[in-house]
C-alpha cells in the first residue's frame, strides 16, 4: 500500500534577490512500513524533503499525497491534525521540554490532542515499559543521559501510534553505542510495521535501511532497494 | 487540548522562570494595590468628612446672621445696611413654622472657667434643651440643661470631657459648683467624648442656658439658629419657612442665611468623590504600565521558547492551542498580580486603619472591582500580541534555532 506520494514536488526559497531550489521536481513514492534511508551532503535538500514530508512546511509546487488524501491543500489545522495523529517526529537535539518529566513529556501529543487522563497515564506507563524507561518516569530530562533522551523522544513520537516516524540525524548526538541501541529501537518499530524515515550523513546508519534515497542539489540522485538480509551482514 | 490541560501547562511555564514571573506579577501587584490604597485614602477622607457633618445632626437647618451670596463676595453687599442681629425671639418664632421639629438658639463666646484653684479658658455655648437633641449629644454623665423658660438663666453649665478632666481630674463633677467668667454654675452634666469634629469641639465646650450666655457675654445676638425639621423631606420647607419668618420679623430684609446641612454635605461628598476617582485614575496608569509589562515578559517568553513552540507544533498543536496557552500565562501573571496587589492594598488599608483609628480608610468596592477588572483586561490585551506571534512562528525556524 502506498503511504506516501510526492508529484512534483517543488520547494523554492526566497533568499534576497536570488531563487533557491531546495527540492526541485521530487517524484517520489513510499510503500507503508518500508524503511528508507535519505542520504546526501549539506544543503542537499533532504531536511526540506523531510520537513514537507511531516507537513511542517510547504510545497511551492507540486502535489503530498499521505494515505492516499492530498494533504497540500489542508488548512493549517487540519495538517496539525495530521501530523498530530499520523506523524510522528524524532530530532537530532531530542527537543524535550525541559521543565517536563520523561513521562509529562511523553503524554505531551496525547495532551495536545485532548485525550482523557486515565487513557493518557495508561499508555505513558505502557511506552515507559516498552522503552525501558520504567525508573526515569518522574526525571527532568537534564537528570536523563543521552539515550535515554532520545528513547523519551521516541517514545513520545510513536504514542500515538502514528503511520510515519520522521527521524532527523537520530544518532548525531549520540555515542556509536548509545546511538546502535536508538537505530535498534527505531528498526523494531519498523519491524511493528511502522514506516521509518531517516535522515542520515552517516553512511553505515543509511546502509542499514531497506532502502536509500541519495539527494543531491535537490534532486533524487539514486534511489537503491536492497532486502534487509543484505544490510545487515554490511555493517 | 482540555482546558485543565493547558491551565497546568501554562502554570508550569510561568513557575518554571520565576524571577521573570515574579517581576511581572509585582509590577500588577503594585498597580492594584496603589489603586486599592489611593481610593482607601480618598474615599476614607470623604467618610471622614460626610461623618463629621453627619455627627451634627439630622435634618439639621442653620440660620445664619448676614446675607452671603453664594456667587462669593458682592461688592454690592458692601453698601447695604447691616444685617440686624439674630435673637432670641427670632429663634422662638421659628417653632411656629409648621416644618420645623426643633429649635435651638445659640450663643458662642469665650470665657474663663475656674474651679478649685484651677482656671482655663473655655468657649461657652448658650443655648437650650433641644440643643442636645438637634445636635445628638451623649451625656456620659448627669443630665443636659432643663426644659425651661429660654428667658431664664439658671445657673447650671453641661462641660465637655476635656474640661471635666482638666478641672476635676478624678473628682466627681457633676454637682460642683465652678466660676464661669463673673458667675457661678454648678456642674449638671458632662458630654461624652466625640473627639475633634468639624466647627465646635464638643469635648472643650461649656453649655449654659442662652440666657445666661447672653448675660455673660453683654450682648442679645445668636451665633446661629439651629433647626431640626421634622423629616428628610420637610428641609426644603423648613428653609423655606424660616427664611420667610425671618424676613417678615427684620422688616421685608432677607438678612440672614439658612444652609442645610444636606446641601454642604452633598458639596463635600461630590468634591471628594470625586478627588477618589481622580486618584484612581492616575494610579489606573500603573495598571496600564504593568500591562505593557507583561506583554514584554510574554514576547521574552515566546522568544526563549521558541523551540518549544515549534515542537509542540510538530507534535500537532493548532495555532489556537499556542494562542490559548500563552494568553492564559498572561491571565495567570495578572490574575496572581491582581490578587497580590488587592492583598497588599487591603493590609495597607488596614494599617492606615489602625495608625489612625478616625479616618475610615475602606477601599471602595467599585474602585477593587475596576482595579482587578483592569489589571485583567490589560493583561489579557497585552497577552494578545505574543500569544499571536507564537501561533504564527514558522515551526521549521523555531526547530533550527536548536
Request: glycine share 8%; charged share 15%; aromatic share 4%.
Given at each position: 500500500?502506498?503511504?506516501?506520494?510526492?508529484?512534483?514536488?517543488?520547494?523554492?526559497?526566497?533568499?534576497?534577490?536570488?531563487?533557491?531550489?531546495?527540492?526541485?521536481?521530487?517524484?517520489?513514492t513510499?510503500?507503508?512500513?518500508?524503511?528508507?534511508?535519505?542520504?546526501?551532503?549539506?544543503?542537499?535538500?533532504?531536511?526540506?524533503?523531510?520537513?514537507?514530508l511531516?507537513?511542517?512546511?510547504?510545497?511551492t509546487?507540486?502535489?503530498?499525497?499521505?494515505?492516499?488524501?492530498?494533504?497540500?491543500?489542508?488548512?493549517?489545522?487540519?495538517?496539525?491534525?495530521?501530523?498530530?495523529?499520523?506523524?510522528?517526529?524524532?530530532?537530532?537535539?531530542?527537543?524535550?521540554?525541559?521543565?517536563?518529566?520523561?513521562?509529562?513529556?511523553?503524554?505531551?501529543?496525547?495532551m495536545?490532542d485532548?485525550?482523557?487522563v486515565?487513557?493518557?497515564?495508561?499508555?505513558?506507563?505502557?511506552?515507559?515499559?516498552?522503552?525501558?524507561?520504567?525508573?526515569?518516569?518522574?526525571?527532568?530530562?537534564?537528570?536523563?543521559?543521552?539515550?535515554q533522551?532520545q528513547?523519551?523522544?521516541?517514545?513520545?513520537?510513536?504514542?500515538?501510534q502514528?503511520?510515519?516516524?520522521?527521524?532527523?540525524?537520530?544518532?548525531?548526538?549520540?555515542?556509536?553505542?548509545?546511538?546502535?541501541?536508538?537505530?535498534?529501537?527505531?528498526?523494531?518499530?519498523?519491524?511493528?510495521?511502522?514506516?521509518?524515515?531517516v535522515?542520515?550523513?552517516?553512511?553505515?546508519?543509511?546502509?542499514?535501511?531497506?532502502?536509500?534515497?541519495?539527494?543531491?542539489?535537490?534532486?533524487?540522485?539514486?534511489?537503491?532497494?536492497?532486502?534487509?538480509?543484505?544490510?545487515?551482514?554490511?555493517? | 487540548?482540555?482546558?485543565?490541560?493547558?491551565?497546568?501547562?501554562?502554570?508550569?511555564?510561568?513557575?518554571?522562570?520565576?524571577?521573570?514571573?515574579?517581576?511581572?506579577?509585582?509590577?500588577?501587584?503594585?498597580?492594584?494595590?496603589?489603586?486599592?490604597?489611593?481610593?482607601?485614602?480618598?474615599?476614607?477622607?470623604?467618610?471622614?468628612?460626610?461623618?463629621?457633618?453627619?455627627?451634627?445632626g439630622?435634618?439639621?437647618?442653620?440660620?445664619?446672621?448676614?446675607?452671603?451670596?453664594?456667587?462669593?463676595?458682592?461688592?454690592?453687599?458692601?453698601i447695604t445696611?447691616?444685617?440686624?442681629?439674630?435673637?432670641?425671639?427670632?429663634?422662638?418664632?421659628?417653632?411656629?413654622?409648621?416644618?420645623?421639629?426643633?429649635?435651638?438658639?445659640?450663643?458662642?463666646?469665650?470665657?474663663?472657667?475656674?474651679?478649685?484653684?484651677?482656671?482655663?479658658?473655655?468657649?461657652?455655648?448658650?443655648?437650650?434643651?433641644?440643643?442636645?437633641?438637634?445636635?445628638?449629644?451623649?451625656?456620659?454623665?448627669?443630665?443636659?440643661?432643663?426644659?425651661?423658660?429660654?428667658?431664664?438663666?439658671?445657673?447650671?453649665?453641661?462641660?465637655?470631657m476635656?474640661?471635666?478632666?482638666?478641672?476635676?481630674?478624678?473628682?466627681?463633677?457633676?454637682?460642683?459648683?465652678?466660676?464661669l467668667?463673673?458667675?457661678?454654675v454648678?456642674?449638671?452634666?458632662?458630654?461624652?467624648?466625640?473627639?475633634?469634629g468639624?466647627?465646635?469641639?464638643?469635648?472643650e465646650?461649656?453649655?449654659?442656658?442662652?440666657?445666661?450666655?447672653?448675660?455673660?457675654?453683654?450682648?442679645?445676638?445668636?451665633?446661629?439658629?439651629?433647626i431640626?425639621?421634622?423629616?428628610?423631606?420637610?428641609?426644603?420647607?423648613?428653609?423655606?419657612?424660616?427664611?420667610?419668618?425671618?424676613?417678615?420679623?427684620h422688616?421685608?430684609?432677607?438678612d440672614?442665611?439658612?444652609?442645610?446641612?444636606?446641601?454642604?454635605?452633598?458639596?463635600?461628598?461630590?468634591?471628594?468623590?470625586?478627588?477618589?476617582?481622580?486618584?484612581?485614575?492616575?494610579?489606573?496608569?500603573?495598571?496600564?504600565?504593568?500591562?505593557?509589562?507583561?506583554?514584554?515578559?510574554?514576547?521574552?517568553?515566546?522568544?526563549?521558547?521558541?523551540?518549544?513552540?515549534?515542537?509542540?507544533?510538530?507534535?500537532?498543536?493548532?495555532?489556537?492551542?499556542?494562542?490559548?496557552?500563552?494568553?492564559?500565562e498572561?491571565?495567570?501573571?495578572?490574575?496572581?498580580?491582581?490578587?497580590?496587589?488587592?492583598?497588599?492594598?487591603?493590609?495597607?488599608?488596614l494599617?492606615?486603619?489602625?495608625?489612625?483609628?478616625?479616618?475610615?480608610?475602606?477601599?471602595?468596592?467599585?474602585?477593587?472591582?475596576?482595579?482587578?477588572?483592569?489589571?485583567?483586561?490589560?493583561?489579557?490585551?497585552?497577552?494578545?500580541?505574543?500569544?499571536?506571534r507564537?501561533?504564527?512562528?514558522?515551526?521549521?525556524?523555531?526547530?533550527?534555532?536548536?
Amino acid at each position: 500500500m502506498t503511504l506516501i506520494a510526492l508529484a512534483a514536488i517543488e520547494r523554492v526559497f526566497h533568499l534576497g534577490e536570488t531563487d533557491v531550489h531546495a527540492l526541485a521536481r521530487i517524484d517520489l513514492t513510499i510503500a507503508a512500513g518500508e524503511y528508507v534511508a535519505v542520504v546526501g551532503p549539506s544543503g542537499s535538500g533532504k531536511s526540506t524533503l523531510l520537513n514537507l514530508l511531516g507537513l511542517l512546511d510547504q510545497p511551492t509546487a507540486g502535489t503530498y499525497h499521505l494515505e492516499g488524501r492530498d494533504v497540500t491543500t489542508l488548512s493549517p489545522d487540519e495538517q496539525a491534525a495530521v501530523r498530530s495523529r499520523r506523524i510522528g517526529f524524532v530530532f537530532q537535539s531530542f527537543h524535550l521540554v525541559p521543565r517536563l518529566t520523561a513521562a509529562e513529556n511523553i503524554a505531551l501529543p496525547m495532551m495536545l490532542d485532548g485525550v482523557p487522563v486515565v487513557v493518557r497515564e495508561q499508555r505513558v506507563r505502557q511506552a515507559l515499559r516498552d522503552f525501558g524507561l520504567d525508573q526515569r518516569a518522574n526525571h527532568r530530562p537534564d537528570e536523563l543521559s543521552g539515550g535515554q533522551r532520545q528513547r523519551v523522544a521516541i517514545a513520545r513520537a510513536t504514542i500515538m501510534q502514528p503511520a510515519l516516524l520522521l527521524a532527523d540525524e537520530p544518532t548525531g548526538n549520540l555515542d556509536r553505542a548509545t546511538g546502535e541501541e536508538v537505530v535498534h529501537l527505531l528498526e523494531a518499530l519498523n519491524a511493528q510495521g511502522m514506516t521509518l524515515i531517516v535522515v542520515t550523513h552517516d553512511a553505515a546508519l543509511a546502509a542499514r535501511a531497506g532502502r536509500q534515497i541519495m539527494m543531491e542539489d535537490g534532486r533524487v540522485k539514486s534511489d537503491v532497494s536492497h532486502a534487509a538480509s543484505t544490510t545487515l551482514t554490511s555493517v | 487540548m482540555q482546558y485543565t490541560d493547558i491551565l497546568r501547562f501554562a502554570r508550569d511555564a510561568a513557575t518554571a522562570y520565576p524571577l521573570r514571573t515574579l517581576l511581572s506579577v509585582l509590577a500588577m501587584a503594585i498597580g492594584v494595590a496603589s489603586v486599592v490604597l489611593l481610593t482607601a485614602l480618598g474615599d476614607g477622607a470623604r467618610r471622614y468628612v460626610v461623618g463629621q457633618f453627619s455627627s451634627l445632626g439630622s435634618n439639621l437647618v442653620i440660620v445664619l446672621p448676614g446675607r452671603s451670596a453664594t456667587g462669593g463676595f458682592n461688592p454690592a453687599n458692601g453698601i447695604t445696611t447691616t444685617p440686624r442681629d439674630l435673637t432670641v425671639d427670632d429663634a422662638a418664632a421659628l417653632l411656629r413654622a409648621p416644618a420645623v421639629q426643633r429649635v435651638a438658639p445659640l450663643a458662642v463666646g469665650t470665657s474663663e472657667i475656674s474651679a478649685g484653684g484651677r482656671v482655663r479658658e473655655v468657649v461657652a455655648a448658650g443655648s437650650t434643651a433641644s440643643f442636645m437633641a438637634i445636635r445628638n449629644f451623649q451625656l456620659a454623665q448627669g443630665r443636659f440643661l432643663p426644659e425651661d423658660d429660654w428667658r431664664s438663666s439658671a445657673p447650671v453649665a453641661v462641660i465637655g470631657m476635656t474640661i471635666r478632666n482638666d478641672i476635676f481630674g478624678n473628682q466627681p463633677a457633676v454637682g460642683q459648683l465652678i466660676r464661669l467668667g463673673d458667675r457661678r454654675v454648678r456642674v449638671i452634666g458632662v458630654l461624652k467624648s466625640t473627639g475633634q469634629g468639624v466647627g465646635m469641639n464638643t469635648d472643650e465646650l461649656v453649655i449654659v442656658p442662652v440666657a445666661l450666655a447672653q448675660a455673660l457675654f453683654n450682648s442679645n445676638t445668636l451665633f446661629r439658629i439651629m433647626i431640626q425639621a421634622r423629616g428628610r423631606e420637610q428641609i426644603e420647607a423648613a428653609k423655606a419657612q424660616a427664611t420667610a419668618i425671618i424676613k417678615a420679623r427684620h422688616g421685608g430684609e432677607e438678612d440672614v442665611t439658612v444652609i442645610t446641612q444636606d446641601a454642604v454635605l452633598a458639596t463635600f461628598d461630590k468634591l471628594l468623590g470625586a478627588l477618589t476617582a481622580a486618584v484612581a485614575g492616575i494610579a489606573a496608569i500603573s495598571l496600564l504600565v504593568a500591562g505593557v509589562l507583561v506583554m514584554n515578559v510574554m514576547l521574552v517568553a515566546v522568544t526563549q521558547r521558541k523551540a518549544e513552540i515549534g515542537l509542540i507544533k510538530a507534535l500537532g498543536a493548532r495555532g489556537s492551542t499556542i494562542r490559548q496557552i500563552f494568553l492564559t500565562e498572561a491571565a495567570m501573571l495578572s490574575l496572581a498580580g491582581a490578587v497580590t496587589g488587592y492583598l497588599l492594598g487591603q493590609l495597607g488599608a488596614l494599617i492606615l486603619r489602625q495608625l489612625f483609628p478616625v479616618f475610615p480608610a475602606y477601599a471602595p468596592g467599585w474602585a477593587v472591582a475596576a482595579a482587578l477588572m483592569t489589571a485583567l483586561v490589560t493583561g489579557l490585551l497585552f497577552g494578545i500580541l505574543p500569544a499571536r506571534r507564537a501561533a504564527q512562528l514558522d515551526p521549521v525556524d523555531a526547530l533550527m534555532r536548536h
